[in-house]
């Protein structure tokens, strides 16, 4: 496997930035070195992200094939997203695994 098709310098920058971007301005900033830690995780995630997504982003959408970079940092800001929405139901499942089911259940009888 050649490692330099494997990695985009470029998208991994850019959804870096969009990481940072949405830890920024997320409404949980980082006060403790543990909180620092896990936002620095969460902006490695949205480069990885974006690395890996922005080329399906682009080939789902062709009209995007100008703009890669721009795409690349809006993926890595809903992949941050996304990620961090996962983070809290499996923090939530671990805490209250019955009251976090019923929420899911009380969301899909609507």
Do not use: C, W
Request: overall charge positive; glycine content about 12%; charged content about 20%.
């Amino acid at each position: 496997m050649d490692i330099d098709g494997l990695f985009k310098i470029p998208y991994i920058v850019v959804g870096a930035i969009g990481g940072a971007v949405s830890v920024v301005f997320g409404k949980n900033k980082p006060k403790t070195i543990r909180q620092y830690a896990r936002s620095t995780i969460f902006i490695l995630i949205g480069a990885v992200i974006t690395n890996f997504l922005t080329p399906l982003v682009i080939k789902l959408i062709p009209s995007l094939e100008g703009v890669e970079h721009g795409t690349g940092l809006v993926v890595g800001l809903f992949g941050i997203g996304a990620i961090e929405a996962i983070y809290r139901v499996i923090h939530d499942l671990q805490a209250d695994p019955y009251g976090t089911i019923k929420k899911f259940k009380d969301m899909f009888k609507e």
